[in-house]
Protein backbone atom coordinates (compact mmCIF):
# COMPACT_ATOMS: atom_id res chain seq x y z
CA UNK A 1 0.00 0.00 0.00
CA UNK A 2 1.67 3.46 -1.08
CA UNK A 3 0.82 6.29 1.32
CA UNK A 4 0.95 9.98 -0.15
CA UNK A 5 2.93 12.28 2.10
CA UNK A 6 1.40 14.40 4.09
CA UNK A 7 2.06 17.64 6.46
CA UNK A 8 1.16 18.27 9.77
CA UNK A 9 0.32 21.79 10.65
CA UNK A 10 2.03 23.82 13.47
CA UNK A 11 -0.77 23.94 15.57
CA UNK A 12 -1.35 27.78 15.50
CA UNK A 13 -4.51 27.96 13.56
CA UNK A 14 -2.99 28.67 10.18
CA UNK A 15 -1.87 24.63 9.36
CA UNK A 16 -3.82 21.57 8.83
CA UNK A 17 -4.16 19.23 11.89
CA UNK A 18 -2.38 19.50 14.84
CA UNK A 19 1.49 19.76 15.38
CA UNK A 20 3.78 20.42 18.08
CA UNK A 21 2.91 24.42 18.18
CA UNK A 22 6.60 25.89 18.20
CA UNK A 23 7.89 24.50 14.71
CA UNK A 24 7.98 27.70 13.20
CA UNK A 25 8.56 30.10 15.61
CA UNK A 26 7.26 32.64 13.48
CA UNK A 27 9.74 32.38 10.47
CA UNK A 28 8.07 32.98 7.46
CA UNK A 29 4.32 33.49 8.17
CA UNK A 30 4.42 36.93 6.51
CA UNK A 31 0.26 37.33 7.33
CA UNK A 32 -0.35 36.73 4.00
CA UNK A 33 -2.39 33.52 5.80
CA UNK A 34 -0.66 31.15 2.68
CA UNK A 35 1.42 28.32 4.76
CA UNK A 36 1.63 26.66 1.79
CA UNK A 37 4.92 28.76 0.52
CA UNK A 38 8.31 26.91 0.13
CA UNK A 39 11.05 27.23 2.34
CA UNK A 40 14.36 26.57 2.46
CA UNK A 41 15.93 23.52 4.69
CA UNK A 42 19.92 23.53 5.50
CA UNK A 43 20.44 19.40 5.04
CA UNK A 44 22.91 17.35 6.25
CA UNK A 45 22.76 13.85 5.33
CA UNK A 46 25.15 11.19 6.56
CA UNK A 47 25.46 7.44 4.95
CA UNK A 48 28.27 4.72 5.89
CA UNK A 49 28.47 1.55 5.24
CA UNK A 50 30.79 -1.07 3.96
CA UNK A 51 34.41 0.18 2.79
CA UNK A 52 34.28 1.48 -0.81
CA UNK A 53 36.81 2.41 -3.43
CA UNK A 54 37.61 6.25 -2.41
CA UNK A 55 37.47 6.85 -6.26
CA UNK A 56 34.34 5.36 -6.61
CA UNK A 57 32.97 7.28 -3.83
CA UNK A 58 34.05 10.80 -5.29
CA UNK A 59 32.70 9.31 -8.41
CA UNK A 60 29.48 8.50 -7.31
CA UNK A 61 29.33 11.77 -5.19
CA UNK A 62 30.07 14.08 -7.88
CA UNK A 63 27.82 12.32 -10.31
CA UNK A 64 24.90 13.10 -7.28
CA UNK A 65 26.02 16.78 -7.11
CA UNK A 66 25.30 16.47 -11.00
CA UNK A 67 21.99 15.23 -10.69
CA UNK A 68 21.41 17.00 -7.52
CA UNK A 69 21.53 20.82 -8.41
CA UNK A 70 21.58 22.18 -4.74
CA UNK A 71 24.43 19.77 -3.68
CA UNK A 72 26.04 22.28 -1.65
CA UNK A 73 29.14 20.25 -0.54
CA UNK A 74 30.55 16.68 0.24
CA UNK A 75 32.51 14.80 2.34
CA UNK A 76 33.81 11.52 2.44
CA UNK A 77 35.95 8.38 3.20
CA UNK A 78 35.89 4.69 2.14
CA UNK A 79 33.24 3.89 4.80
CA UNK A 80 30.79 7.56 5.25
CA UNK A 81 30.23 10.20 3.48
CA UNK A 82 28.36 13.51 4.79
CA UNK A 83 26.28 15.34 2.29
CA UNK A 84 24.96 18.73 2.79
CA UNK A 85 22.64 21.19 0.67
CA UNK A 86 19.84 23.24 0.63
CA UNK A 87 16.12 21.75 -0.11
CA UNK A 88 13.16 23.97 -0.85
CA UNK A 89 10.17 22.54 0.35
CA UNK A 90 6.96 23.25 2.17
CA UNK A 91 7.53 22.23 5.64
CA UNK A 92 10.48 20.18 7.81
CA UNK A 93 8.58 17.13 7.33
CA UNK A 94 8.69 17.41 3.51
CA UNK A 95 12.50 18.37 3.46
CA UNK A 96 13.06 15.43 5.63
CA UNK A 97 10.90 13.09 3.66
CA UNK A 98 12.71 14.10 0.65
CA UNK A 99 16.51 13.98 2.02
CA UNK A 100 15.61 10.37 3.60
CA UNK A 101 14.64 9.15 -0.02
CA UNK A 102 17.72 11.11 -1.73
CA UNK A 103 20.51 8.25 -1.28
CA UNK A 104 18.11 5.48 -1.83
CA UNK A 105 16.43 7.05 -5.51
CA UNK A 106 20.08 8.13 -6.96
CA UNK A 107 22.26 4.94 -5.91
CA UNK A 108 21.70 3.34 -8.76
CA UNK A 109 21.96 6.88 -11.42
CA UNK A 110 25.12 7.44 -9.80
CA UNK A 111 26.47 4.06 -8.86
CA UNK A 112 26.59 5.24 -5.21
CA UNK A 113 28.00 2.60 -2.52
CA UNK A 114 24.79 0.52 -1.17
CA UNK A 115 25.45 2.68 1.88
CA UNK A 116 22.39 3.13 4.64
CA UNK A 117 21.37 6.76 5.95
CA UNK A 118 22.95 6.77 9.76
CA UNK A 119 22.13 10.73 10.24
CA UNK A 120 20.13 13.51 9.29
CA UNK A 121 19.83 16.99 10.26
CA UNK A 122 16.92 19.44 9.00
CA UNK A 123 16.93 23.09 10.13
CA UNK A 124 15.70 26.16 8.42
CA UNK A 125 17.30 28.98 7.29
CA UNK A 126 17.20 31.00 9.94
CA UNK A 127 18.42 28.76 12.39
CA UNK A 128 21.49 28.07 9.94
CA UNK A 129 22.54 31.42 9.66
CA UNK A 130 22.30 32.03 13.99
CA UNK A 131 24.60 29.33 14.62
CA UNK A 132 26.76 30.16 11.74
CA UNK A 133 26.75 34.09 13.32
CA UNK A 134 27.23 32.05 16.80
CA UNK A 135 30.32 30.42 16.19
CA UNK A 136 28.78 26.91 16.45
CA UNK A 137 26.92 26.44 13.06
CA UNK A 138 28.41 23.27 10.51
CA UNK A 139 32.05 22.52 10.50
CA UNK A 140 34.32 25.07 8.35
CA UNK A 141 32.55 23.86 4.54
CA UNK A 142 35.38 24.03 1.77
CA UNK A 143 34.32 25.44 -1.36
CA UNK A 144 31.38 23.43 -3.11
CA UNK A 145 31.78 20.42 -4.35
CA UNK A 146 32.92 16.99 -3.49
CA UNK A 147 36.13 16.88 -0.80
CA UNK A 148 37.84 13.93 1.00
CA UNK A 149 37.29 14.21 5.27
Not at 49 to 78: I, M, W
Not at 127 to 136: I, L, S
Amino acid sequence: MRRALTSVGTGDGHGQGSGHGGGDHGHGDDGHGDRDESRLWHITLSVSGKPAPLSEVRRGLEQLAHDHPFLLTSRYADDHAEIRYWEEARDLHDAAAVALRLWGEHRSSARLPPWEIVGLEVIDRATYHQRVAEGYGPPPAHPVGVHPY
